[in-house]
């Protein structure tokens, strides 16, 4: 068990810090899955609109460091290419 005020401070400010990042995960979780979801019925409008809804909050877990830049950016290609291929499809 932490012994020192500072570390007793820190594993305080992990505990909020690591509720606010599970908040934010379970919310871009829910963007995608949206997007995700307009995909798989084959609606590229709504997938479209879907995913610029989704764009800026995945650009905020970045900023907040709740995803890592390179995570995000992945996963932004592979939705966008989905969409693109969608639309050609159609």
Do not use: Y
């Not at 995909?39 to 900023?63: C, K, M, W, Y």
């Amino acid at each position: 068990m932490a012994q020192h005020i500072s570390a007793k401070k820190r594993i305080r400010r992990n505990e909020s810090r690591e509720a606010i990042n599970r908040s934010r995960l379970n919310r871009i979780r829910t963007f995608v899955r949206k997007v995700e979801l307009a995909i798989a019925a084959g609606d590229a409008g709504a997938a479209r609109s879907a995913f610029q809804a989704a764009t800026p909050e995945l650009h905020r877990a970045v900023n907040k460091h709740a995803l890592h830049r390179n995570t995000v950016a992945r996963k932004l290609s592979r939705l966008s290419a989905r969409i693109k291929a969608l639309e050609v499809t159609a």
